[in-house]
């Protein structure tokens, strides 16, 4: 079945204490995408990837890091979380951006105590 | 400043009728605007997209409108039915800024038996 996987799908942290959450999509997609959605402030972009190796910033990449290093994988890397961080992630991949969508995760639920 | 804004307060409509939500978007200018529906605590799902140089779209009962001299989309579900009770999410990539892709907070629709 072809989708984007995330792990984990709840994540209750504390402050200062590294986190990886992975995303993998098994549909050869060249683009994938974090975004962190927050009640009343809704989904926003935090970093994304054109191809293998090539990462930008979207507009809240602020405590965040990203890795490209194979076209599958796209983790999110909290090197040092803080509870402003608590929100629901969600990693989606695209084939084709400009026709045909972006295929979106489950969602991981962070909480950063 | 940049906005991308869909109405905030929630659409209820009884069942059979048309619903029609509306997103607003200033100072960009889309390569093409998506529609995706989100239900609570899950991913978005992609709906439809519509390109720049496209006046109209359609997939079964749902129809996307795209004006880029009002800045507005529009997106129709006819023929409703409870299961279309959702959030519905719009979003742009704009043609100067490629990877980015930015969403509006998204309208809520209840369809009533």
């Known amino acids: 079945e072809a989708q984007v996987t995330q792990n984990p799908r709840y994540l209750i942290t504390v402050t200062g204490k590294k986190l990886t959450v992975t995303c993998s999509q098994n549909?050869?997609?060249?683009?994938m995408s974090w975004y962190r959605q927050d009640p009343g402030l809704g989904l926003r972009q935090i970093y994304y990837s054109m191809n293998v190796e090539v990462t930008d910033k979207g507009d809240v990449p602020e405590g965040y890091k990203v890795s490209r290093k194979e076209k599958r994988n796209f983790p999110l890397i909290l090197e040092s979380p803080s509870p402003n961080q608590t929100s629901l992630y969600f990693c989606?991949?695209?084939?084709?951006?400009?026709?045909?969508?972006?295929?979106f995760g489950s969602g991981t639920r962070l909480t950063v105590v | 400043s940049q906005k991308i804004e869909q109405n905030s307060e929630a659409l209820n409509i009884q069942e059979g009728k048309t619903a029609t939500l509306t997103c607003n978007y200033t100072?960009?200018?889309?390569?093409?605007l998506q529609w995706y529906r989100q239900d609570p605590g899950r991913g978005p799902v992609f709906l439809l997209l519509i390109r720049e140089n496209e006046k109209e779209k359609r997939k079964e009962r749902l129809k996307v409108t795209f004006d880029t001299t009002l800045k507005q989309s529009l997106f129709h579900i006819t023929a409703s039915q409870p299961a279309d009770s959702a959030t519905y999410l719009c979003?742009?990539?704009?043609?100067?800024?490629?990877?980015?892709?930015?969403f509006g907070q998204g309208t809520t629709l209840q369809v009533k038996p």
């Open positions: 979003a742009l990539e704009s043609s100067s800024n490629t990877g980015k892709l930015i």
């Open positions: 549909m050869n997609h060249e683009y």
């Open positions: 989606a991949s695209s084939l084709n951006r400009g026709y045909n969508g972006y295929t």
């Open positions: 100072n960009y200018s889309p390569a093409y």
